[in-house]
């Protein structure tokens, strides 16, 4: 659990870098690359979070918060439960 809260933590910073570097505009989940990632091997841009698939919405936030540079980044833990990380 503990690599993939680093996962996350690892793709956060990688939308804010994208953010910082594209005036303010959100990555699509394409745009984020899983090649530096431990346990998560794909990033999806919708459905349900699994132990290996990390889904990045934008929109909201882990609060369900709407915003136009809202994001989470959602993925499962081994205990079944879910993680997420995001603006």
Known sequence: D???KNDVSVLATDVTSFMTENR?????AS???TSSLVQIATIAGAGEPTIDT???STGT???????????AITVQLESGSEYCLGS
Not at 24 to 28: E, H, I, R
Not at 61 to 71: F, P, Q, T
């Open 2 to 4: 503990t690599a993939r």
């Open 31 to 33: 745009d984020l690359s």
């Open 61 to 71: 936030n882990c609060d369900e918060v709407a915003s136009a540079r809202a994001y």
């Open 24 to 28: 303010g505009q959100l990555p699509s």
């Open 54 to 56: 990390a889904v990045f």
